[in-house]
Nanobody
Framework: VQLQASGGGLVQTGGSLRVSCAAYGRSFSGNTVGWFRQAPGKAREFVSLITWSGTTLYTDSVKGRFTISRENAKDMVYLQMDSLKPEDTAVYYC????????????????WGQGTLVTVSS
């Protein structure tokens, strides 16, 4: 499956953005889809995931501010990001795992190219 992340951009502190992940070539039916991010000079980190059945997980730093959702019929996953902070600045990647609720990047088989989110102070 090929993944296309989109929707990044420049936003001021406190603003909102929605990033999207689309699947091409094969559906991610039955799969878990995760969002990870990598800030300049830092390691890639888990942000959120959603399972096929709709179970969601978030890293502590985004709880209450980010919301993950999916439209299975369209093979789309979204990450709504509200109350953005400068420390949310990163390249955001979507990725697909066979199933489950793992937040380890090594458990994800397919990755999109990333979309840059920049939050200005």
């Amino acid at each position: 499956v090929q993944l296309q992340a989109s929707g990044g951009g420049l936003v001021q502190t406190g603003g909102s953005l929605r990033v999207s992940c689309a699947a091409y070539g094969r559906s991610f039916s039955g799969n878990t889809v995760g969002w990870f991010r990598q800030a300049p000079g830092k390691a890639r980190e888990f942000v959120s995931l959603i399972t096929w059945s709709g179970t969601t997980l978030y890293t502590d730093s985004v709880k209450g501010r980010f919301t993950i959702s999916r439209e299975n019929a369209k093979d789309m996953v979204y990450l709504q990001m509200d109350s953005l902070k400068p420390e949310d600045t990163a390249v955001y990647y979507c990725a697909v795992a066979p199933s489950g609720t793992s937040y380890y990047a090594t458990n994800y088989n397919y990755w999109g190219q990333g979309t840059l989110v920049t939050v200005s102070s």
